[in-house]
T-cell receptor
Framework: DAKTTQPPSMDCAEGRAANLPCNHSTISGNEYVYWYRQIHSQGPQYIIHGLKNNETNEMASLIITEDRKSSTLILPHATLRDTAVYYCIVRPTNTGNQFYFGTGTSLTVIP | GAVVSQHPSWVICKSGTSVKIECRSLDFQATTMFWYRQFPKQSLMLMATSNEGSKATYEQGVEKDKFLINHASLTLSTLTVTSAHPEDSSFYIC?????????????????FGPGTRLTVL
C-alpha cells in the first residue's frame, strides 16, 4: 500500500519553480523517497530519489525534511512539457524493490 | 539510460480471447521485472513481480491463473491475459530493475516501459 500523501493537483506558471509536496509521516529509516512522473498515456519516468540528504540532478531537486516525514520536489524552471502526474513513493532498500504508487499530483504548467 | 520496451503498444481483442504482452529490457539484463495495471484517471497498481527462472509473485487480489507471467530470459518477461473480458481493458505497464553505478555506490533502479493499451470488446 502507498505510504504517501500528495495534493491531487497543482498549477504552476511557465518559467517559475514548481514545488510539489509529499507527506510520508510513517517512513522507516531504511526507506528511500522516490519521485517519478507520468505524462499522459506513457510509462512513468524516473526523476530523483533520496534517503536523508537533499539531492539535485539535471531534472529537479529533492528536499527532505530533517525528520524525513515529508519532502518537496522542485522543478526550478517549469516548462509546458513538465505537465504530468508526479508520484512520490517510499521504498525499502532491503526488499524486492516493489513500488506502490499513490494517487500522485497532477501538475499543470500554465503558459 | 536503461531502456524498456513493450509490445504491442496497443491491442484490441474480442471477449474470451487471450492476449500476450511482451516486456523487454533493451540494453541491460533484468533479473526482476514488474507488471502494473492502470485504469483511466487512476494510479498504477502493482500486479506481480516477475523473477527470471522462477514463478511470479502476485499481489493480493490478482488472479494468477488469469494473468500468466513468464520470465524466461534476463531480457524478456511476458504477461498473458487469458480469456479477456471488457473489465480487463486497461493500460498495462511493465518495469525492469537495473543495477546502476551511482555517485556514491551502486544501486538498483526501476525503469518503466511505455505501456500497452488493451481494449477488450
Amino acid at each position: 500500500d502507498a505510504k504517501t500523501t500528495q495534493p491531487p493537483s497543482m498549477d504552476c506558471a511557465e518559467g517559475r519553480a514548481a514545488n510539489l509536496p509529499c507527506n510520508h509521516s510513517t517512513i522507516s529509516g531504511n526507506e528511500y523517497v522516490y519521485w517519478y512522473r507520468q505524462i499522459h498515456s506513457q510509462g512513468p519516468q524516473y526523476i530523483i530519489h533520496g534517503l536523508k540528504n537533499n539531492e539535485t540532478n539535471e531534472m529537479a531537486s529533492l528536499i527532505i525534511t530533517e525528520d524525513r516525514k515529508s519532502s518537496t520536489l522542485i522543478l526550478p524552471h517549469a516548462t509546458l512539457r513538465d505537465t504530468a502526474v508526479y508520484y512520490c513513493i517510499v521504498r525499502p532498500t532491503n526488499t524486492g524493490n516493489q513500488f506502490y504508487f499513490g494517487t500522485g499530483t497532477s501538475l499543470t504548467v500554465i503558459p | 539510460g536503461a531502456v524498456v520496451s513493450q509490445h504491442p503498444s496497443w491491442v484490441i481483442c474480442k471477449s474470451g480471447t487471450s492476449v500476450k504482452i511482451e516486456c523487454r529490457s533493451l540494453d541491460f539484463q533484468a533479473t526482476t521485472m514488474f507488471w502494473y495495471r492502470q485504469f483511466p484517471k487512476q494510479s498504477l497498481m502493482l500486479m506481480a513481480t516477475s523473477n527470471e527462472g522462477s514463478k511470479a509473485t502476485y499481489e493480493q487480489g490478482v488472479e494468477k491463473d488469469k494473468f500468466l507471467i513468464n520470465h524466461a530470459s534476463l531480457t524478456l518477461s511476458t504477461l498473458t491475459v487469458t480469456s479477456a473480458h471488457p473489465e480487463d481493458s486497461s493500460f498495462y505497464i511493465c518495469s525492469a530493475r537495473a543495477l546502476l553505478a551511482g555517485r556514491k555506490s551502486s544501486y538498483n533502479e526501476q525503469f518503466f516501459g511505455p505501456g500497452t493499451r488493451l481494449t477488450v470488446l
